[in-house]
């Protein structure tokens, strides 16, 4: 019985085969007049000896070894290692059984024999996993196509260059660098596990029944550690006494049918956090450009008080908003509290009236001068640092249309840029994010690109001459306190009222020609009446 061979020896011979595969897939390149690629090159690729893959060439077939073929060769692993960690920085993460059909697909295109019952099985995967220290399986955490899309470096490279003109032009510091974001809550806390009796069929925790009611709570931090107290927005109408009974001190309430932020709310807003900051102006105060936050009255006053409203990119919060970051901790602590206070309190359970004592405690534990500095250097806002955001982080938006308008910048530039120079420039920036997905840093898939595809791949002819629905050209930061946006806003505006009037002109005149008709309707009636009724003898 021939001696067991050692995964040393076993991985040699693997590289030696797939040196020889590489070389046979590749050899019309090596008779073009292209320069050839060495045999020197190739098994420093493959990490054979240069000696041991020339015999290997002149014998046409790697030395016989003992013990059973593997089913995917070293190069094979390590490339498809290297499509998993592509695939996940793209937002395509893997899941097992889609591993398991490209390696099926594999075997079946190298017509190959495997000992598979249709299906990679677990020692496979032990072994896989182990020759692939850097992989592992994670629980992904979800990205809308619009957030991927948005999250590109033309938007995010605009955003900081604003930045920057805004800071260097009003020379803002740390304690003049505000951020403020709203996120909502249900009262009832997040279901953890609980020590239950083993083989238990059922554990249930008891419930107000209001876990769909909706809070929202909005928070304001600065760049220096500080926060102003929170607006809590309740669903419903009327005012309830006590209701901010115990809350951080400061805190405010507004009522709205939904429990989220609505325009006025947002007007109350914007005078609670100019009451609240300390006086040295100007500000900025950044949030995210919901519709609510767009408001022409809120932002005229905004301009009275010296205060800049910067609106960040839309669908790239998740990156660049500092705000968001401490809202995962918060909800966190939330939930810890809400259990403490039905574990102490007899079992009482957290309602409207009690939710702002429940979440002080939170809140206090949650923003710390520490969390927030963090926060701000992490999304790069303060210090200014673009750095931060890295290509990783952005790399799911080069599967996805690059925007067809040149951002606008905060201030008119001097010289008038063509629509040919602004296609030309797209263009420009479109082949280095394709040249950027080719050249990630993981191994690629030269020889498996068939199997191992990507989602973004080159468009043929036919694709290109195809008409494609127009689509939005993507909105990039604005300086909403601007005056060519205010003047756009009162534009919107004054033409929203004109339409109103003329709706209302055209329900009038409706009702005018109703009022008309029936007059006339009575007025013939009461002719008839007063006419003599004709007789027999008539």
Same mark, same amino acid.
């Given at each position: ?32 007049? +292209? ?39 070293? #190069? ?55 020759? +692939? ?22 938007? %995010? ?59 929202? %709570? ?15 927005? #309740? ?16 805190? %405010? ?15 109350? #807003? ?34 009275? +008080? ?34 403490? #206070? ?34 701000? &250097?992490?999304?790069? %806002? ?46 420009? &920036? ?93 007025? &013939?009636?009461?002719? &008839? ?10």
């Amino acid at each position: 019985m021939p001696p067991k061979e050692t995964s040393k020896t076993l991985a040699r011979h693997n590289s030696i085969q797939s040196a020889l595969e590489f070389i046979q897939e590749n050899a019309s390149k090596m008779n073009t007049d +292209n320069e050839p690629l060495s045999h020197r090159e190739i098994a420093r690729k493959f990490g054979v000896a240069e000696t041991t893959l020339r015999r290997a060439i002149a014998n046409g077939t790697v030395p016989k070894r003992s013990g059973p073929e593997t089913v995917l060769t070293e #190069y094979e692993e390590r490339e498809l290692a290297g499509y998993a960690l592509n695939m996940q920085q793209l937002g395509f993460g893997l899941t097992k059984p889609a591993i398991n059909t490209k390696i099926m697909e594999i075997i079946h295109r190298k017509n190959r024999q495997h000992p598979f019952n249709g299906q990679p099985g677990r020692k496979w995967w032990n072994r896989f996993m182990k020759n +692939n220290p850097q992989l592992s399986f994670r629980v992904p955490q979800a990205l809308t196509e619009a957030r991927a899309q948005r999250a590109n470096p033309i938007i %995010v490279r605009d955003h900081f260059q604003k930045l920057n003109e805004i800071f260097k032009q009003h020379s803002l510091t740390a304690d003049r660098i505000w951020n403020m974001d709203e996120t909502g809550f249900n009262i009832e806390s997040r279901l953890e596990k609980v020590l239950a009796k083993k083989g238990s069929r059922q554990v249930h925790k008891i419930s107000s029944g209001n876990d769909h009611s909706h809070i929202s %709570v909005c928070s304001t931090i600065s760049a220096a550690g500080t926060y102003i107290p929170p607006l809590i927005i #309740y669903k419903g109408k009327m005012v309830s006494e006590g209701i901010l009974e115990g809350a951080p001190a400061g805190t %405010v309430c507004a009522f709205t049918d939904t429990g989220y932020m609505q325009e006025s709310i947002f007007r109350q #807003y914007i005078e609670h956090f100019i009451k609240s900051v300390p006086s040295a102006r100007p500000l900025l105060l950044m949030l995210d450009g919901c519709g609510s936050h767009i408001d022409l009255i809120s932002i005229e006053s905004c301009v009275k +008080n010296n205060v800049l409203l910067y609106a960040l990119p839309p669908n790239t919060t998740h990156i660049l908003q500092p705000s968001e970051i401490p809202f995962k901790k918060l909800k966190s602590e939330y939930s810890k509290a809400s259990d403490i #206070y039905h574990n102490n309190g007899n079992g009482e359970l957290v309602t409207k009236f009690t939710f702002a004592r429940v979440l002080n405690q939170a809140f206090l534990s949650t923003y710390t001068p520490l969390a927030i500095t963090n926060a701000f &250097k992490a999304t790069g %806002v303060w210090p200014l640092n673009p750095d931060v955001i890295s290509k990783e982080r952005m790399a799911p938006s080069l599967t996805t249309e690059i925007p067809a308008k040149t951002p606008p910048s905060v201030h008119k530039s001097p010289r008038h840029i063509t629509r040919a120079e602004e296609i030309t420039g797209l263009k420009r &920036k479109i082949e280095q994010l394709e040249e950027e997905n080719k050249r990630l840093k993981n191994p690629g898939t030269s020889s498996l690109a068939q199997i191992l595809k990507y989602p973004l791949q080159p468009k043929s002819d036919e694709t290109t001459n195809q008409k494609t629905k127009r689509r939005k050209a993507i909105p990039f930061a604005r300086l909403l306190t601007d005056n060519e946006i205010r003047q756009e806003l009162q534009a919107k505006a004054n033409a929203i009222q004109q339409k109103a009037q003329e709706i209302q002109q055209r329900k009038d005149e409706r009702e005018r020609k109703k009022i008309a008709r029936e007059a006339e309707k009575q007025k &013939k009636k009461q002719q &008839k009446l007063k006419q003599p009724k004709k007789t027999k003898n008539d």
